[in-house]
């Protein structure tokens, strides 16, 4: 019986991949490809379509299920692609039901749903870290997103059901979680007493004194939370690594994206972190070309790179999607967004470089991926020069940095 899980786009995908995986398993289905779309860009999309042709090339005997929020939002062009036997929407992937053999396509209104089921998770394939979902869905209308009409509105996993899947993560092994959501630091808003995000990492991290490391995923730089902030400078078990959702760094552009931070917002957020977390280091998602960004408000969010030391980026030129009001919005050439684009993950370079000389020297903890391979406590990558066993976590000397990590022995 084989089960195969291709997942685009977020850690959530991840983490739903694996729920998809054992109701795949527990419904006996056999030769089975479970494509997890990702609807953030066109590029994510256009790779899903790709992968789904060659699947019914290379795998002609294959059921294949196309599910995630590319096909929540337009299942009559996904389901109409040679090969593809059954789409599921993003309700439905997570019910069981839907799993039966010989099993309808099914994709109902997202937008209606109201709770997030919790699922038992105790193995995610061939990795050394673990995702734990705590938040679904995103109630913001960025003008150029439209994840939040694949994935409906924001509601959070209760306290109980969290703890209960690390639990279980834990006693199968895994030594780093990873917490996250579309929007997680919305947490609690549907919730009774309404606890933020930091207030479950709390009682998480209190609750679980077994567990070495956790992390988080995505944050918005508008909502981290007075208890979030103490955890930031009191835990160690909280890693020192935090990925912002910053997008620009013109408040033009900003406002135009309908974002709810300015750039000196983003600022503040790093340098307070800093202040409490010596040491820390950023990632961020930032989108080059946005419709009506001239050349000086690129140059602004360029300059953001350097001033908030933003180690690690996401970068993605912009892409038009459907439905959106920024699609209608004066658009920027194809040939500057990519050249843009390209402008800021030099400069990303130029400041992980820095990030990475800085270790040099110095001891780290890193949870081993592969033999040779894994990230440290800052997230970055480290090749190791002694061998470790997968899914340990190990101290070494930083040695070197060779432009794509570190080197440690």
Not at 241 to 263: E, F, T, V, Y
Request: net charge positive.
């Amino acid at each position: 019986m084989t089960i195969e899980v291709l997942s685009f786009g977020c850690r959530l995908n991840t983490y739903e991949g694996e729920v998809m995986r054992g109701h795949a398993r527990t419904a006996g289905l056999s030769d089975t490809v479970i494509v997890n779309t990702c609807a953030v860009t066109a590029e994510a999309e256009r790779q899903a379509r790709q992968a789904i042709r060659r699947l019914g090339r290379e795998k002609p005997e294959a059921t294949i299920v196309v599910t995630g929020c590319a096909a929540q939002i337009d299942p009559a062009g996904w389901g109409a692609i040679p090969g593809v036997a059954r789409v599921l929407g993003n309700t439905e992937k997570l019910d069981a039901a839907h799993w039966a053999p010989g099993a309808p396509s099914a994709v109902s209104d997202i937008m209606a749903a109201r709770e997030t089921a919790a699922h038992l998770v105790t193995e995610f394939a061939g990795r050394a870290r673990a995702f734990v979902q705590v938040q679904q869905g995103c109630d913001h209308r960025c003008t150029f997103c439209v994840i939040p009409f694949g994935r409906g509105p924001s509601r959070s996993v209760p306290l109980g059901a969290i703890l209960g899947q690390c639990r279980s993560l834990i006693a199968s092994g895994y030594q780093e979680i990873v917490l996250t959501g579309v929007d997680i630091t919305s947490y609690g808003g549907d919730l009774p007493g309404r606890p933020p995000l930091g207030q479950i990492v709390r009682r998480l991290l209190a609750l679980l004194p077994e567990l070495p490391r956790l992390r988080l995923s995505s944050l918005d730089p508008c909502e981290i939370d007075e208890d979030l902030w103490r955890l930031i400078a009191e835990e160690p078990r909280l890693m020192p690594h935090l990925h912002l959702s910053i997008q620009a760094g013109s408040d033009l552009i900003l406002k135009r994206m309908k974002r709810r931070h300015l750039r000196a917002d983003v600022l503040a957020v790093t340098r307070r972190a800093r202040d409490l977390r010596p040491g820390i280091a950023f990632g961020a998602d930032l989108i080059a070309g946005f419709p009506t960004e001239t050349d000086a408000a690129f140059d602004e969010t360029l300059a953001l790179v350097e001033e908030a030391d933003l180690t690690m980026l996401h970068v993605f030129p912009y892409s038009e999607r459907a439905g959106t009001p920024a699609a209608r919005m004066p658009s920027v050439p194809k040939a500057a967004r990519r050249e843009r684009a390209a402008r800021l993950r030099a400069a990303g370079a130029v400041v992980a470089s820095r990030f990475d000389a800085a270790r040099l020297g110095g001891s780290v903890r890193v949870l081993a991926e592969t033999e040779t391979r894994g990230h440290c406590e800052h997230f970055r990558p480290v090749r190791l020069g002694v061998p470790a066993m997968p899914g340990a976590i190990v101290s070494a000397t930083v040695t070197g940095a060779d432009g794509l990590g570190l080197l440690a022995t």
